[in-house]
T-cell receptor, first 110, second 115 residues
Framework: SQELEQSPQSLIVQEGKNLTINCTSS?????LYWYKQKYGEGLIFLMM?????EEKSHEKITAKLDEKKQQSSLHITASQPSHAGIYLCGAASGTYKYIFGTGTRLKVLA | DAGVIQSPRHEVTEMGQEVTLRCKPISGHDYLFWYRQTMMRGLELLIY????????DSGMPEDRFSAKMPNASFSTLKIQPSEPRDSAVYFCASSLLWDSHGGYTFGSGTRLTVV
């Protein structure tokens, strides 16, 4: 079965620093979703990447999909305390099945 | 739309008791998903429905777990009898399509503690 592994598992950065979170799939990716979860709350959809090489941005968050590497990266520029939370990647695993990565816990120090 | 609504937000129950979690999806969404989140296993898909019909329940851990969707605006996840290892946050999510480009809309979750 397909698995999504995220790295790093946790990250603490100083406000204003840039950071990157990676999501690697054990199988070919046909679409990759990024979500953010604030502690104690539900997941909020950030963006979806569908094609190899595709890059999308939402405010200071940019995500890219590398189909050949079966990997996606999420980059935050000039991090702020509001970026803190758990970032999860999700992907279709077979027909009508949707799995999530292990999650990356981000803490931004003011 | 108020989004996906789950109740209760928190539930503490004793081992052996029956627990029922509730979910109201977004109106018009044809897909409803139940997920469970724990520190050890992350976010796991338990079951999903399409047009009120259960499509895949292979993620349901045991026969103690059951889910129903009697109509398009309501779903329940029941655990009977509950056990301490069922303690987790249970999320309900809904979507227009199973691979919607807009992603899934998640509820705020129900934090279940079985003592």
């Amino acid at each position: 079965s397909q698995e999504l592994e995220q790295s790093p598992q946790s990250l603490i950065v100083q406000e204003g620093k840039n950071l990157t979170i990676n999501c690697t799939s054990s199988k070919t990716l046909y679409g990759l979703y990024w979500y953010k979860q604030k502690y104690g709350e539900g997941l909020i959809f950030l963006m979806m990447l569908q094609k190899g090489g595709e890059e999308k941005s939402h405010e200071k968050i940019t995500a890219k999909l590398d189909e050949k590497k079966q990997q996606s990266s999420l980059h935050i520029t000039a991090s702020q305390p509001s970026h803190a939370g758990i970032y999860l990647c999700g992907a279709a695993s077979g027909t009508y099945k949707y799995i999530f990565g292990t999650g990356t816990r981000l803490k931004v120090l003011a | 739309d108020a989004g996906v609504i789950q109740s209760p937000r928190h539930e503490v129950t004793e081992m052996g008791q029956e627990v029922t979690l509730r979910c109201k999806p977004i109106s018009g969404h044809d897909y409803l998903f139940w997920y469970r989140q724990t520190m050890m296993r992350g976010l796991e898909l338990l079951i999903y429905f399409n047009n009120n019909v259960p499509i895949d329940d292979s993620g349901m851990p045991e026969d103690r777990f059951s889910a129903k969707m009697p109509n398009a605006s309501f779903s329940t996840l029941k655990i009977q009898p509950s056990e301490p290892r069922d303690s987790a946050v249970y999320f309900c999510a809904s979507s227009l399509l199973w691979d919607s480009h807009g992603g899934y809309t998640f509820g705020s979750g129900t934090r279940l503690t079985v003592v």
